[in-house]
């Protein structure tokens, strides 16, 4: 077990933030946290890697409690990549990635294949010597992970990843990309933990969802179980129905238009003066609706 | 002309780390035998070498009057604009760092307001009161005072302002930088003239207190202040990012701001002591190393002391033997230098938002 939270519960100001949130995660997982905007996916980030003490529960991490390890030697067993990171002074790229090698106290000389290497695998050969604040968000964000990549490269024993949002800001083709290259990297017993707002990434990479709300779990465990429209709906209090990828097989979701959306659509239609039944608007989608994939 | 120009900064910056450690490796030393040898006191390469020699012991012979105030007057001088150069510098950059903000200089920890008003204090009620005569107030009482003050002020902000914030370290900064200076106010509204004038000078920085005594009380303090600094160029890096990616990189975060305050407040503290308030370098310094060494810490502090204490020698050159026999305070030339340069970084930084 590489982290394992118990009971975990954060209060702050009086708000319930988080509440009993129980997992337990191994070697070479690749979880995915989920939920809607202000459920609490951050401040469980923030909770598993030490930056914010639980007011319940305890965490631990490779068998030793979170509360009692120094800030160097977690840095040394894992890696985090937080939401926002704004950088001051103009650093370049290169500069930015090399300080994930500070808290194992490797030269950069004494790294440089290994920072090659990953400068080449995030894409970053042309920008390395351009300054951080003249690249645009998705850039940013790749030198980022670059960075955190290399940090958890040098860890002692079982390397642990956590990323709030890694692939916000990135296109489509740098999602799939950045995401190979961390699932490679779980092959090889890299454990990953990381929030992702596209629930189609997550079913085609991760191998385990934790689906939040309000600050508690909905469900949590094998994608195979998690993906499926009740746990979805519970969580987002979206209509979706699940599908398998025609190419890939892992499961694929589609969503559908909700109650609050047909709402819209007849007020607009009534502006407009259409005459155009209601119903037929969501006739394709309920077509589908009954056409049950899930099996 | 202005192509030709920023050609000329691409060449210095192209040059490897070495070369331009040379270039201002190289001004500095001809910035001290510059300042050795210029002044009211004229002294050539020969007399340089005599006096030194005789110090030693090499000669038997007597030192001269002429040799005597070069060695215990001059050279002490010179000794004194390095290291105040240094210690203002280098606490500029740290400051810079650990409040992840390029316009913050070592003032704002309330060590020059805090200084200035016990200075204050001490000049105005103790000349009053005459227990001391006026040599003993100046030169032992006023930097001690001083010194007091810069630590005081600085725990109270410290405490003030210690949180999850740096905006409310700031506010704090600014609440007691505001305070000091109203109660400066109020004791400069009842001094008299002579205190009001050596208040004045003081507050505009003095480089002439200078005395081989004075420099071996702060010499330690400074170095070590601007050791811990340099030592901690990582944290500092890593700090640009944000607290929160900081800690994720293992540093301690509250420990490594803490300290820093702290030797901060030692370094300026006992160059305030000495020297008075010297505004600008530990501004504007930082910027210039920036320009040509990139923001790396690790260069930025070093390069800081020397280009800091570069710069203090020239202005202070510069007062010594601009208006002889008479003498401008120091801070008035840095003032002077620094104000335009710092229009000119606002500027820079302007055009560079919108590229």
């Known amino acids: 077990m590489i982290l394992e939270a118990q009971e975990v519960s954060i209060k702050i100001g009086g708000k319930t933030l988080l509440r009993g949130i129980d997992l337990s995660i191994k070697e070479g997982e690749f979880w995915t946290i989920a939920g809607c905007n202000g459920a609490g996916k951050s401040t469980l980030i923030r909770a598993l890697s030490g930056d914010l003490h639980p007011t319940q529960g305890k965490i631990m991490l490779k068998n030793r409690w979170l509360t009692e390890l120094p800030s160097l030697e977690m840095a040394q067993m894992r890696a985090v990549l937080t939401q926002h990171n704004n950088v001051n002074f103009s650093f370049k790229v290169r500069d930015l990635i090399t300080l994930g090698l500070m808290p194992h106290g490797i030269p950069e000389e004494a790294a440089s294949d290994k920072i090659a290497e990953i400068i080449v695998e995030c894409g970053l050969e042309e920008l390395q010597d351009r300054s951080f604040e003249s690249l645009s968000g998705g850039e940013q964000q790749r030198a980022h992970l670059a960075r955190v990549l290399l940090q958890v490269s040098f860890s002692k024993g079982d390397p642990l990843l956590l990323l709030d949002e890694p692939t916000s800001a990135l296109d489509i083709a740098q999602q799939h990309r950045m995401l190979q290259l961390l ?113 | 002309m202005k192509v030709a120009n920023q050609q000329k900064t691409h060449l210095i910056k192209d040059l490897s780390i070495g070369y331009k450690a040379g270039i201002f490796g190289g001004l500095l030393l001809f910035l001290v035998i510059l300042a050795s040898q210029m002044g009211v006191l004229q002294v050539s390469f020969e007399e340089m070498g005599l006096a030194m020699s005789k110090s030693i012991g090499w000669h038997s012979e007597e030192l001269t009057a002429r040799e005597r105030a070069w060695l215990n007057i001059r050279l002490p001088r010179i000794a004194l604009a390095l290291l105040v150069g240094t210690a203002l510098a280098c606490s500029g950059a740290g400051m810079q760092a650990i409040f992840r903000n390029p316009l913050v200089e070592p003032g704002l920890v309330g060590v020059s307001a805090g200084a200035a008003l016990f200075a204050a204090v001490a000049l105005v009620f103790l000349q009053e009161m005459s227990l001391f005569n006026d040599h003993f107030i100046n030169y032992y009482i006023l930097p001690v005072a001083a010194f007091l003050g810069g630590l005081l002020a600085t725990w109270l902000i410290y405490k003030l302002g210690k949180g999850q914030s740096i905006a409310l370290f700031i506010l704090a900064g600014v609440a007691v930088n505001a305070a000091c200076g109203a109660l400066i106010g109020l004791v400069v509204f009842h001094a008299d003239d002579t205190a009001l004038r050596s208040f004045t000078f003081w507050n505009l920085g003095d480089l002439s207190g200078a005395s081989w005594g004075a420099l071996t009380l702060i010499t330690p303090l400074i170095l070590i202040s601007a050791g811990y600094l340099y030592r901690q160029h990582r944290a500092y890096d890593a700090l640009a990012m944000g607290d929160r990616q900081a800690f994720h990189l293992g540093v301690d975060v509250e420990k490594v701001r803490k300290r820093s305050i702290f030797f901060v407040a030692l370094a300026v503290g006992s160059a305030v002591a000495i020297a008075g308030a010297i505004g600008f370098i530990g501004l504007v310094v930082p910027h210039l190393v920036r320009l040509v060494f990139g923001p790396s810490h690790r260069y930025l502090i070093l390069f800081s002391a020397l280009l800091g204490s570069s710069l203090l020698l020239l202005a202070d050159t510069y007062s010594r033997t601009a208006v002889q026999p008479g003498e401008l305070p120091v801070g008035i030339v840095t003032a002077m230098l620094g104000a335009p340069f710092f229009i000119y970084l606002i500027k820079r930084m302007k055009s560079k938002a919108f590229l």
């Open chain 1, 183 to 295: 699932s490679s990297r779980v092959m090889n017993g890299l454990t990953v933990i990381a929030i992702i707002h596209d629930l189609n990434l997550a079913a085609q990479y991760a191998d385990h969802i934790l689906f939040l709300k309000n600050g508690e779990t909905v469900a949590q465990g094998r994608k195979q179980q998690m993906m499926c429209s009740s746990i979805i709906e519970k969580t987002y209090g979206q209509p979706v129905s699940v599908w398998t990828h025609p190419t890939v097989g892992c499961p694929y979701i589609l969503a559908e238009p909700c109650p609050y959306h047909h709402e819209k659509v007849k007020a607009n239609g009534h502006r407009h003066g259409s005459t155009k039944p209601l119903n037929t608007m969501s006739q394709p989608w309920a077509i589908n609706k009954n056409n049950p994939t899930e099996a």
